[in-house]
């Protein structure tokens, strides 16, 4: 496997992980908590958490994104300075 498909997986579980973790510990006691007060459900939202984290599908299909290009720099010559020597 690939590096970036390695992180991938390791973002999801790690979202999947708290997500669990969220529902166990600070979950819905009263079970009218739609995300919260199922397992399955706060786990499945946890690693859709871990995937936009990591990038979603951008990052998912292409890989990291590609950084900008640099901005033109003015020409040493062409200053524009008005007190410059002729």
Request: contains cysteine; proline residues 9%.
């Amino acid at each position: 496997m690939t590096r970036r498909v390695l992180r991938l997986v390791a973002f999801v579980l790690g979202g999947a992980a708290l997500g669990l973790a969220y529902q166990h510990f600070i979950g819905c006691r009263t079970g009218s908590c739609p995300i919260t007060s199922n397992p399955y459900i706060s786990t499945a939202y946890g690693a859709l958490i871990g995937f936009f984290a990591f990038g979603g599908w951008k990052n998912a299909r292409d890989g990291a994104p590609k950084p900008l290009p640099e901005p033109e720099s003015p020409r040493s010559d062409d200053s524009g300075d008005a007190r410059a020597a002729p």
